[in-house]
């Protein structure tokens, strides 16, 4: 052997010797100096957390009848993390699962796709890491193949799960109320305390609006998990570590079934009616509530929707449709959310005013057809005129000139255009402490707060509107003038007024606050609650639906908390004075045609017609009312925007719903001996459907 | 025996009974050491999905026995071979070994795992030509730089020359596959037995730097695939994509490390009884034996792999001729390569390719070479030289 080889054959014996060194030392850095961290992994690679959701807790009426509950629906989900991680992005696996689901391939991609302001309905508006569901109410055949052959469907899971079901028991359906649930955004998931639903469980839902958003922590429940091992394909091999969830409270809320089934079925009727008498009847309210304690019986509202539609995805036609303008904007309560001027059903609030401010409860007040207001004639309904009379035929016969001349001279002892340092504002003072202008704190989100158009508030409006009416003032309306000379003056004449003394609470504006017009805004949660004030003697209750949370087995949760009610500064002497005259209105006043044969002996009725005239568009039907008169118990109170005078299209719908309540002769009263039931209900009457 | 008759080597030949003294028994014993190991982690790594998959828990065992086998009769018969009258044959050796190279790039080849290196033979049995290639390598080069020269202490020019014209070709058609792993035990052996031959430095020096143009072009001109760009981009940062290229890297890294100093025992381990590493019989097998074995089971792999290389480089020295001494050497720069290359992509200090670990990865082919390997350096080691 040459030299050269024996050397060149040593130097590869040490590269080698080398080479083994150096694998060796690397295994022992990775197994012995690094081992302990690699053992961790190597745990955290081995066992994955399934969150077991919780079943959601029903909503009940006072009867414990569900107005809310669950059925089990088969839902196949796609986990968007695990198609991703296959080679053309899960786009096989799709195609099949389109084909056992009976679907297009492309239906499927719309649903998993993620929602972003570009990205139209159907789309997926929770979190990405989250399994989405693409089909539910799956047939079993179906699902069983899913399951049985996961190796074809990697990141397909079919797993029954709880779904919201609507049972609409005694056609109480209320969505606006109960409100409806939505996948979960990232942004609150990551904000959640607590266990997550994550990874292979389902989805985890979150209420968005009305009760379902109110009590969602109530409702919710605590999910359980699962530790369990899993191989790499995240096959489960065993379970390490369990903790079963537990079922979320049941609501038990002081809806009754029975009254917002009639509440919602009189308010349909009063909408079809006024629409037959040639009104728009674009939307419309029904508030019930116990008088004497705020508790929520009956809440309506049209246009509606069937909550249904939220499970399991829902389609850009139909999300359109629930926010859109077109058909009503359905999501919206106007019960809470809905502001209308009350029109004279806000008298009860004025006579109050009027009387603290000096006038004489039993005094003879004329009232004219019209009454000059500075230099503007201010008219009753219809310019008639009723001669003298006291403030109980006011409210009977609805005369509006008693109160614009009450607002007119407190307006002028108040320094008129030119206001002392702390004006009275008798009626402004007076509607703030029956709670119009301020949210009635019911336990349901978004509430709006109405308006009381005070001297600030004119001052801010018109700062805020002020370039825009001063430019009018400046160049008049062309457009309308080339069409309509005369109306064109007009408006240039109040943009002019506006421009300069907008800010000015004027005799004008007092006028029109003391019937409810003008700027005044009231929700139909807020009159029912000052009528309340009125039939329980001065207390100012505070609305509310969510009495207590139950378990499935009927025991208490929690009892939700009643807050305390404030009392009214006002003599109950004139409050009484008050329930005289409503309830002459409906035996011989504004309202007496629509009460016509009404069974006063079954339960006597009392209330207000309002008629408010809105610019530009058809006047606001309002009834108030309240009953029984001697010991007044409810309170019923309807609106229905564009739908006419308040005694032709809002007062039969109170008449209906209190026969419903008390019965007729032909029709079973819903309510026993006048009462609804007291305490909490025992188990719920219906169970989750299996 | 008769075919040996004639023989007047340098080393005494006395029948069967003294061959069989003059085998290296430590050889012997080593590689069947590692065939046991290879075995029993072969099963470790397959009987739980087989279980799974509702097939005999003891299939891949099964085969893998069968394959040893073959492997030792294989291995028996190139060792009782007169290696020198291999030279004969090289050149049909050869010419097969193209012809199956070019067949795996036609549509008889098979893809398996992202290469086509594979000719299916039906019947479930696949031929994987590069295997056997590395066979066909190592005798011609012995061959061409291991001709008997007169005063010359290296090979000239046109025979370094030939044996790089005749490397290459084979080297661009299993590049064609792709399958880098073997063009770069090609590269190793090649440069290997060059610099053993005695050729010139700078030979040598020019072939490394031809390596390393060659791989910058390809890097610079795309001739690489994206998977393997993206292999070697994981290789230098694991985590940068964790469930793609990064996967197996990570994953191999996981088992191995949480297997810790004595492992979690035979037929114990949870990464690889939950299949989180992918190929674990064949290119990742070591990391079966990270885990259930440990540091004391992966090293004691490596040093008898070691061991291995230490008696063939031993037989390369004691050899009766340079042509023995070139088929040992190139043996043990092809088993070397492709042990560091493996363990090292399992531990993270090399990128991933395609190769199995010598004697201990499942696979027929693999075996198959590498029991040929064995028998050549066995049929060296009995034609040594009269000193020992």
């Not at chain 1, 696996?93 to 297009?104: D, E, N, T, W």
């Not at chain 1, 074809?152 to 609409?168: L, S």
């Not at chain 1, 449709?321 to 059903?345: C, D, M, N, W, Y």
């Not at chain 2, 085969?63 to 291995?75: A, D, K, M, P, S």
Request: proline letters at 6%.
């Amino acid at each position: 052997m040459n030299p050269r080889t024996h050397f060149r054959l040593v130097v590869l014996y040490v590269l080698v010797g080398a080479l083994l060194l150096v694998l060796i030392g690397r295994l022992w850095t990775l197994q012995v100096l690094d081992g302990e961290r690699y053992r961790q992994t190597a745990a955290q690679n081995r066992t994955r957390d399934i969150v077991v959701p919780a079943i959601r807790g029903m909503i009940l009426d006072d009867r414990g009848v569900a107005l809310v509950r669950n059925r089990s629906a088969l839902v196949v989900s796609v986990d968007r993390t695990s198609l991703s991680r296959q080679g053309d992005g899960g786009d096989a696996v799709l195609k099949r699962l389109a084909g056992v689901l009976g679907v297009s391939h492309a239906s499927i991609l719309q649903r998993i796709r993620l929602c972003s302001p570009t990205v139209k309905r159907p789309c997926w508006p929770g979190s990405p890491y989250q399994p989405i569901p693409v089909a539910d109410n799956v047939d079993p055949k179906r699902a069983l193949q899913i399951m049985e052959r996961q190796e074809d469907f990697p990141g397909v899971t079919a797993q029954v799960q709880a779904v919201r079901e609507y049972p609409h028991p005694s056609g109480a359906s209320a969505p606006q109320t109960l409100g409806y649930l939505q996948p979960i955004t990232q942004e609150e998931l990551d904000e959640r305390k607590g266990l997550k639903v994550t990874g292979y469980s389902g989805v985890d839902l979150i209420g968005r609006a009305g009760l379902e958003a109110q009590y969602d922590a109530d409702l919710r429940g605590e999910p359980g998990f699962r530790r369990v091992l899993v191989d790499s394909q995240g096959r489960v091999t065993g379970t390490a570590e369990e903790k079963r969830p537990v079922t979320g409270g049941n609501l038990v809320t002081s809806i009754d079934a029975g009254v917002q089934g009639a509440a919602e079925s009189a308010l349909k009727k009063a909408i079809e009616d006024a629409r037959k008498a040639g009104h728009k009847a674009d939307s419309g309210a029904v508030v019930v509530m116990d008088a004497t304690d705020g508790r929520m019986i009956a809440m309506a509202s049209h246009p509606t929707y069937d909550p249904a539609i939220w499970t399991g995805g829902i389609s850009q036609d139909d999300y359109d449709a629930l926010l859109g303008k077109k058909r009503g904007e359905p999501l919206i309560s106007r019960v809470t959310q809905g502001q209308f001027a009350p029109a004279s059903t806000f008298k009860i609030s004025s006579i109050a005013a009027a009387v603290r401010d000096g006038y004489d409860l039993h005094g003879t007040y004329p009232c004219p057809g019209s009454y000059n207001v500075g230099s503007r004639a201010f008219t009753n309904y219809e310019a008639q005129g009723h001669g003298n009379m006291n403030l109980h035929e006011a409210l009977v016969v609805s005369c509006d000139t008693i109160f614009y001349r009450f607002a007119y001279e407190a307006w002028l002892r108040d320094g008129g255009t030119d206001p002392k340092k702390n004006p009275s504002d008798p009626m402004v003072g007076m509607a703030r402490e029956f709670g119009f202008g301020a949210r009635t704190g019911i336990d349901l989100p978004n509430e709006s707060a109405g308006r009381i158009p005070d001297r600030a508030w004119k001052k801010a409006f018109w700062q805020a509107t002020r370039a825009s009416n001063c430019k009018a003032a400046k160049e008049g309306y062309p457009d309308v003038a080339r069409t309509d000379p005369s109306r064109a003056a007009y408006l240039k004449a109040i943009a002019t007024e506006n421009c300069t003394e907008g800010f000015m609470w004027r005799a004008g504006d007092t006028a029109n606050f003391s019937v409810g017009q003008g700027d005044v805004l009231a929700t139909p949660l807020q009159l029912a609650r000052a009528y309340a004030a009125v039939a329980n003697g001065g207390r100012l209750v505070t609305p509310r639906l969510g009495m207590a949370v139950t378990r499935p087995d009927g025991s208490l949760v929690r009892r939700l908390p009643d807050p305390a009610d404030p009392r009214l500064k006002v003599d109950p002497k004139v409050l009484k004075y008050i329930r005289g005259g409503l309830a002459d209105v409906t035996k011989r006043g504004t309202a007496a045609g629509a009460f016509s044969g009404f069974d006063f002996k079954r339960v006597d009725v009392a209330g207000k017609t309002g008629t408010a005239e809105v610019y530009g568009k058809d006047d606001t039907s309002w009834f108030a009312s309240f009953g029984p008169v001697s010991k007044p118990r409810y309170v019923v109170v309807a609106m229905v925007s564009q739908g006419g005078t308040g005694a032709s299209t809002a007062a039969p719908a109170v008449r209906s719903i209190w026969e419903a309540m008390y019965g007729t002769d032909d029709r079973k009263p819903i309510l026993k001996n006048g009462r609804l039931p007291t305490g909490l209900p025992g188990p719920p009457v219906s169970r989750t459907s299996q | 025996m008769n075919r040996l008759k004639g023989y007047r080597g340098p080393g005494p030949w006395r029948g069967r009974a003294a061959g069989l003294r003059r085998l290296d028994w430590t050889l012997i014993l080593i590689v069947l050491v590692l065939s046991v190991a290879g075995a029993v982690l072969v099963r470790s790594a397959t009987f739980q999905l087989m279980i799974e998959q509702g097939k005999d828990p003891e299939s891949y065992l099964k085969r893998h026995i069968l394959n040893l086998l073959i492997g030792f009769v294989l291995g028996g018969l190139v060792t009782v071979l007169d290696y020198r009258l291999l030279r004969a044959y090289v050149p049909i050796l050869y010419a097969v070994a193209c012809v199956g190279l070019v067949a795996v790039l036609t549509p008889l080849g098979s893809t398996i795992n992202g290469s086509h290196s594979w000719i299916v033979l039906g019947g479930g049995f696949q031929v994987q030509p590069s295997e056997f290639a590395k066979v066909g390598l190592v005798v011609l080069l012995a061959m061409i730089l291991g001709e008997p020269r007169d005063g010359e202490i290296g090979p000239g020019r046109r025979d370094v020359l030939l044996a790089l014209a005749l490397a290459g070709l084979p080297a661009v058609l299993i590049l064609m596959q792709p399958d880098l792993g073997t063009t770069l035990v090609f590269g190793a052996v090649v440069l290997g037995m060059l610099a053993v031959s005695g050729a010139r430095k700078r030979w040598l020096a020019g072939l490394v730097a031809g390596g390393g143009a060659a791989a910058t072009a390809a890097w610079a001109f795309g001739v690489l695939k994206p998977y393997q760009i993206a292999r070697f981009t994981a290789f230098l940062d694991p985590s940068a994509d964790p469930r793609g290229a990064g996967y197996n890297a990570q994953q191999a890294r996981i088992a191995i490390g949480s297997g810790g100093a004595f492992g979690k025992g035979l037929f114990e381990g949870e990464q690889t009884g939950g299949h989180f590493v992918p190929e674990q019989q064949t290119d990742f097998i070591f990391t079966v034996a990270g885990e259930e074995l440990g540091f004391a089971g992966g090293a004691a792999i490596i040093v008898l792999l070691g061991i291995v290389l230490w008696r063939g480089l031993r037989i390369a020295l004691q050899a009766a001729d340079l042509f023995g001494t070139l088929v040992a050497t190139g043996v043990v720069c092809w088993l070397a390569f492709q042990t560091f290359e493996n363990v090292g992509m399992t531990l993270g200090i090399m990128p991933i390719t395609g190769l199995p670990l010598p004697f201990v990865s499942y696979g027929g082919s693999a075996t198959f070479a590498n029991m040929i390997a064995f028998g050549l350096l066995q049929a060296v080691h009995v034609r040594r030289r009269a000193f020992d």
